[in-house]
């Protein structure tokens, strides 16, 4: 047995502890983007999201429940580049979970986070079928 074995771990150590787990982070980062790109396989007929997903209308239309895939953003730069930068890019599956009343902010679940839009900011995200081309 050579003395250094019973000595704690030295920094170097540490910082190769750290760097595997970076490394595992990584692979798993690479993996949970594949699975993202890969095509997605439906086994039911049509859509496969039942009658609550909506298609050719606005956000702001959308009832607590209903489905929708962004197609576009409307309006001025700053206010598409606002909503870009919150997650809402075409081609984005989004759901509204409750809408305030007296036309208050819609809360919307997407990218698996919740965010609460004014009804003007929604009318701006126009919702489409994810099968259409323009």
């Known amino acids: 047995m050579h003395p250094s074995d019973n000595r704690p771990h030295c920094k170097t150590r540490n910082l190769l502890d750290w760097l595997r787990g970076q490394k595992q982070q990584a692979q798993f980062a690479q993996s949970a983007q594949a699975a993202l790109d890969a095509p997605e396989t439906e086994s039911a ?23 929708g895939t962004v197609r576009r953003l409307l309006g001025a730069t700053q206010g598409r580049l606002r909503l870009l930068e919150m997650g809402l890019t075409p081609g984005v599956h989004i759901k509204v979970i409750r809408a305030a009343a ?5 809360d919307i679940l997407v990218r698996g986070y919740q965010l609460s839009l004014r009804r003007d900011e929604a009318a701006s995200v126009w919702l489409d079928d994810e099968d259409s081309e323009r």
Do not use: I, S, V
Not at 102 to 106: A, I, T, V
């Open 45 to 67: 007929p049509g859509n496969g999201r039942g009658t609550l997903y909506r298609a050719g209308m606005t956000l702001a239309e959308l009832k607590p429940g209903e489905c």
């Open 102 to 106: 007296f036309g208050g902010p819609l």
